[in-house]
């Protein structure tokens, strides 16, 4: 009698296995850049406690490391077909401490802390403006996070446009400023500028005001040779002078927003105004 042997496996059978073990590794890669994403903005977390002039710009480096991260994981998700339910909640989590609690950290010790007061009352008051402005950036950004896990973008936009500044805008315009200026402030005057600005940050986020996503670019199709001069330019001004160049790019985005916003609305304005002298 002979001993029962196991039923082999057919090609078909392994295939299908090989692929499950494939795609469940792809669907890891994403995953890794977003925790990526999250180790650096719990490393700008450290850094900024530490407080030395030096790690203020670690931290701020951190946070710009952190937005590439991001704008990684979405685009190999996307481009790899591994979008998923639980990748998106963890994206959103990881934004909110990389984008919302570093930054926010960052502004409050790099702006708030070296300042130099007589006044105990005066100072007092500005330290509780300056928690409950880098506070609010924090909701802003949650706020921001939570909507467009909701909405998406902006309708009708065909993903051209952001419902409101993106939080690694934001984050990265905190981190370009601290990284541009290197000393922390130590006037109370500068502070009370940064804090408005920490706190129009947070207003823009949870704004209505639609923002370019750069989602919509042909990075697949064929371009023009200058265009790789253009980059490879960019690429290298941004190694060479990255104080200068990443502040100019960060403020350009967040202005850009603002711009856009007021000139539709001179636009309807205009236009109102041409259709009740010439009715039709």
Not at 252 to 273: D, E, K, N, W
């Amino acid at each position: 009698m002979t001993g029962a042997h196991p039923p082999h496996r057919r090609e078909s059978d392994r295939g299908q296995g090989l692929n499950h073990r494939l795609r469940r590794g792809i669907y890891l890669l994403p995953a890794l850049f977003t925790t990526g994403n999250l180790l650096l903005g719990y490393y700008a977390i450290l850094a900024t406690l530490r407080g030395g002039v030096q790690d203020f710009d670690n931290a701020a480096r951190a946070i710009g490391l952190a937005i590439l991260f991001d704008a990684l994981d979405g685009r190999i998700a996307r481009a790899t077909g591994t979008t998923s339910d639980f990748g998106r909640e963890f994206d959103s989590l990881a934004d909110v401490i990389s984008f919302g609690v570093a930054p926010a950290f960052l502004a409050f010790a790099w702006g708030i802390r070296g300042m130099q007061l007589s006044d105990a009352v005066f100072a007092r008051n500005v330290y509780q403006l300056g928690w409950a402005m880098t506070f609010i950036f924090v909701i802003a950004c949650a706020w921001r996070l939570a909507r467009f896990n909701i909405q998406g973008m902006a309708p009708g936009s065909e993903a051209k446009y952001f419902i409101g500044m993106p939080t690694p805008a934001a984050a990265g315009m905190i981190a370009a400023a601290v990284h541009a200026l290197k000393f922390p402030l130590d006037n109370w005057v500068y502070s009370l500028l940064w804090l408005s600005m920490v706190g129009s940050l947070g207003a823009l986020m949870a704004s209505t005001i639609r923002y370019y996503s750069f989602k919509n670019l042909p990075w697949r199709k064929r371009q023009p040779s200058v265009i790789v001069v253009i980059l490879g330019l960019l690429a290298w001004s941004i190694i060479q002078y990255s104080e200068q160049v990443l502040l100019l790019l960060a403020s350009t985005y967040v202005l850009s927003g603002l711009t856009g916003a007021i000139v539709r609305m001179l636009r309807h304005r205009f236009a109102s105004q041409s259709h009740s002298v010439h009715p039709s």
